[in-house]
């Protein structure tokens, strides 16, 4: 939605109202993508394994989204959109993220204990690691431009894609 100059913003109507809805979208609609569906195809995560995964999976996902709606903040106030950014404010959002990689760290560790698979830790922790480090310089320099929000989903990307190249090669599962 584009705002007309000279009009007042409209409020927010339907799901918009809402700043719960988007994460919870984005997070069901990802996770179903991104795991969920490469589990189903090759048939080799065990129920214990998906949990974990689905639990670090949302962390991610949820702090992606944090991330994009606190570069967005000034926009959805003007559009009065609800987001948690939007509700938090920028500091807060921030310290939010850094509570989700504090759990994501926890869950982690949590999963290699569990599955006994410590090989993976490395791939799963960079992620955590990577949005650590791009949240502290997001914080610290206030205007970043558009593209370097791309880091932050290559970020998640990629250990996705070290997750599931034993699966795509037919080898035994993680």
């Known amino acids: ?32 993508l991104t795991l969920f569906l490469p589990a189903l195809e090759n048939q080799q995560f065990n129920i214990s394994q998906l949990f974990w995964l689905t639990l670090i999976w949302i962390s991610w996902i949820l702090a992606n989204t944090v991330l994009f709606d606190i570069r ?23 310290r939010l993220i850094y509570a989700i ?19 993976i830790a ?22 970043l431009k558009p593209h370097s929000f791309l880091i932050a989903d290559l970020i998640l990307i990629l250990p996705l894609l070290f997750l599931l190249i034993p699966y795509f090669s037919n080898q035994q599962g993680i």
């Open 122 to 143: 490395p791939i799963l922790c960079s992620v955590t690691i990577g949005y650590f480090i791009f949240n502290i310089y997001y914080s610290s320099h206030r205007n």
């Open 101 to 119: 990689l504090l759990v994501q760290t926890i869950l982690i560790i949590t999963y290699c204990m569990i599955e006994q698979s410590i090989q």
């Open 72 to 94: 967005d903040i000034s926009e959805d106030r003007k559009q009065n959109l609800q987001t948690l950014a939007n509700l938090l404010g920028k500091s807060r959002s921030h």
């Open 1 to 32: 939605m584009i705002p007309i100059p000279g009009q007042k913003a409209k409020i927010a109507t339907g799901l918009k109202r809402f700043f719960y809805i988007k994460p919870i979208l984005l997070i069901s609609v990802w996770t179903y």
